[in-house]
């Protein structure tokens, strides 16, 4: 209305500004004046609509694709844990280094632990010892067995009563028994020791955390001086080499088999594709989506751990059908279109489906505008003018 209303004063300014003319402009001039101020007036409101970005929906080849998110990560990989508690004395590595089987991770500084086994080394020592000394009773067999030689030689001449020299063999034999006995016992004490320093030997070890596999740090998780749990985790170790996770919903991972290939794009190299070959499928789901492992066929030198990006199997083809860009597809299954200046809101029917391209079953017509970018920005009704998508 408001424009309107200046429309219809457009010829009193025009006399205002000729006023001071005695003649009145022929009616010719006035219709071409008026004419320009319409078109100035049309061109400036034009300019002052909101620009939409809009694609042309036109017939092509429609691709049917298994669409999924992807995230780079290490072939495998795993978690390395404390196996004892402690304060961390060292901590030898640092993310994204390379590290090989055996290399020390870090060190757990535990002074319990080492006076018990400063102590255990002693009780060995000591045992030992007392071992290679002998039986207690050692000395007295010697003696005794030296008795029985004399006795004996007496007996044999008639000297001593065989009571006696029977009384004095049992000894003899008695004697040998709890020299016997005492090493066992000895034996037994030196054993125990000796496990009981292992046992000790082994808990220090366990105070040195070393890598059980070679590859690259890709975190760590603990500093030098914090106290570690046992079981706390203190690093995460990769293999060298990565491969493609892909994300896949339920209702496609059925049409996906191993040795399918596919158009992986990664976020961190914009406009390049990368193929990929599917070689394994996870059979455990999560919240309705599945695991699928692609393998890069040319990866670049530069792969690493946690990029992220999106992919494509592709799994049929349909020619000569109306085809537009995914993006312009809202939630719902709508799309806005430009139709005479003016954002109209239309719903569709989806069929083949990728990551750049969707077929339009129905809704939509050869040529029609439809809009790409910013949807949330425009509503049904809305005059805009219109900037065709270079993409």
Not at 27 to 32: D, F, L, P, T, V
Not at 283 to 293: L, R, T
Request: charged share 25%; glycine share 8%; proline share 3%.
């Amino acid at each position: 209305m408001m424009i309107l209303n200046k429309i219809k004063s457009l010829p009193n300014l025009i006399q205002q500004r000729f006023g001071k003319s005695t003649h009145r402009l022929p009616i010719s001039s006035s219709w071409i004046i008026l004419g320009g101020g319409l078109l100035v007036l049309g061109i400036v409101l034009y300019f002052s609509r909101p620009e939409a970005e809009i694609s042309i929906a036109k017939r092509g080849k429609a691709v049917s694709a298994v669409y999924g998110t992807v995230n780079t990560e290490p072939v495998t990989q795993v978690i390395v844990r404390s196996r004892i508690s402690g304060l961390l004395n060292a901590v030898n590595v640092r993310p994204g280094q390379e590290i090989k089987k055996g290399d020390m991770i870090a060190e757990i500084l535990d002074e319990t632990v080492k006076r018990q086994m400063d102590a255990a080394k002693t009780e060995l020592e000591q045992v030992k010892a007392k071992k290679e000394i002998g039986s207690p009773s050692q000395a007295a067999l010697k003696s005794k067995e030296s008795e029985i030689l004399r006795l004996k030689r007496l007996f044999d001449a008639g000297n001593i009563s065989s009571l006696e020299f029977e009384r004095t063999q049992n000894e003899l034999d008695g004697l040998r028994n709890n020299v016997k006995t005492e090493m066992i016992t000895l034996e037994s004490e030196v054993n125990i020791a000796e496990q009981k320093y292992k046992d000790i030997f082994e808990q220090v070890g366990q105070l040195r955390v070393n890598s059980p596999v070679s590859g690259q740090v890709l975190d760590v998780y603990c500093n030098i001086g914090e106290y570690v749990n046992t079981q706390a985790q203190i690093v995460r170790i990769g293999s060298t080499l990565n491969q493609i996770v892909a994300q896949v919903s339920e209702e496609d991972i059925g049409k996906l088999k191993v040795g399918m290939k596919a158009v992986i794009q990664l976020y961190p190299f914009a406009g390049e594709s990368f193929l990929g070959t599917l070689v394994e499928t996870l059979p455990q789901g999560d919240n309705q989506n599945y695991k699928v492992m692609f393998k890069l066929e040319n990866p670049p030198s530069n792969l690493l751990p946690g990029m992220t990006g999106e992919m494509n199997v592709v799994i049929g083809e349909r020619n000569d059908t109306i085809i537009i860009p995914t993006k312009a597809i809202r939630r719902g299954n709508k799309v806005l279109i430009v139709r005479r200046g003016t954002v109209e809101e239309v719903s569709v029917e989806i069929g083949f489906k990728s990551l750049e391209k969707s077929e339009i079953k129905s809704g939509l017509f050869d040529g029609d505008q439809v809009v790409v970018s910013d949807q949330d920005k425009f509503k049904s009704g809305s005059w805009v003018r219109t900037r065709l998508s270079k993409l």
